[in-house]
């Protein structure tokens, strides 16, 4: 199915080395992995790649730079026709690299990475145009200056904006005020908030219309338009969690285009479970 919907995907662009292993070393301990795979990533890349594996047109906009290493970043997004519109072209340290451990049993992972604290963008690297043709944003919270223009520009186009709530980033609450849809992670803790009540309290004070809060295998809870729910998650045997939150952003916001709330929630959910049923973020792709 191809869709003619042409989403912007702002934030994070790292190169992650991914190990399939027993589990993460100890302290002075040298593991062997029984797999491992290199992609672009970053909350942002991955839902863009996402995006538009599910037939539709991703941009990345993003701080990628002239580094040898963003040959592989650039190759990875390329395969999967996401394109790249860089802040900073001009940027010629190393790319942000994550490495990253997934436990064979579990699926769990354990991840060492640089955000983008060192790579951060302003507004005036922003093109004028670059919302044209534009029907979906999401925002993952790493280039805030930059996600601050561009939700306040998508709301004047009328343009839905996403954010994708991984972890709470300080700059989000001058977002909040023009953001459609907040998916948030059950690590989303906004200033003073202890649980998930005050979390949903918390964003329903910037007039958010819908709000989710995803927790893994466990139930997505949401709040649309003052009602409120729960929505199950497929059960599954996880190969591999890594990026999950990731692919559920990206293929909510292609399912929103065309479906309800409560049935984007759902049916991401279910690209997200295919997803951790295959190691690393991409094979679940190919399969």
């Known amino acids: 199915m191809t869709n003619n919907h042409h989403g912007l995907f702002v934030g994070l662009v790292t190169l992650d080395l991914i190990y399939l292993a027993e589990s993460a070393p100890q302290n002075n301990q040298k593991i062997v992995a029984a797999d491992y795979t290199v992609a672009a990533g970053g909350p942002a890349t991955n839902a863009a790649v996402t995006f538009s594996h599910l037939g539709n047109r991703a941009t990345i906009l993003g701080v990628v730079g002239s580094h040898p290493m963003t040959q592989l970043i650039r190759g990875d997004l390329a395969n999967y026709q996401v394109a790249i519109t860089d802040l900073d072209s001009n940027h010629t340290a190393a790319p942000s690299v994550s490495s990253i451990i997934v436990t064979q049993a579990t699926g769990e992972r354990a991840v060492v990475s640089i955000n983008a604290v060192k790579t951060q963008a302003t507004s005036a690297s922003i093109r004028p145009d670059i919302l044209q043709d534009i029907d979906i944003v999401l925002i993952d919270g790493h ?145």
């Not at 890594?242 to 759902?266: K, M």
Request: hydrophobic share 40%.
């Open 143 to 287: 280039q805030m200056k930059v996600s601050e223009e561009i939700a306040q520009l998508a709301r004047t186009h009328h343009i839905p904006v996403v954010i994708d709530g991984g972890s709470w980033k300080p700059g989000f609450e001058q977002i909040l005020p023009f953001v459609d849809y907040a998916i948030c992670s059950a690590n989303f803790y906004p200033p003073n908030c202890r649980n998930t009540s005050e979390v949903f309290a918390y964003l329903r004070n910037f007039n958010i219309p819908h709000i989710a809060v995803t927790q893994g295998e466990k139930p997505i809870q949401y709040l649309s338009c003052g009602n409120s729910g729960v929505i199950d998650v497929p059960h599954i045997q996880a190969v591999d969690t890594l990026g999950a939150g990731d692919i559920f952003h990206g293929a909510f916001c292609s399912y929103i285009l065309q479906a309800s709330f409560t049935d984007a929630l759902a049916l991401a959910a279910q690209v997200a479970a295919h997803a951790c049923q295959f190691f690393g973020t991409r094979r679940w792709m190919d399969s």
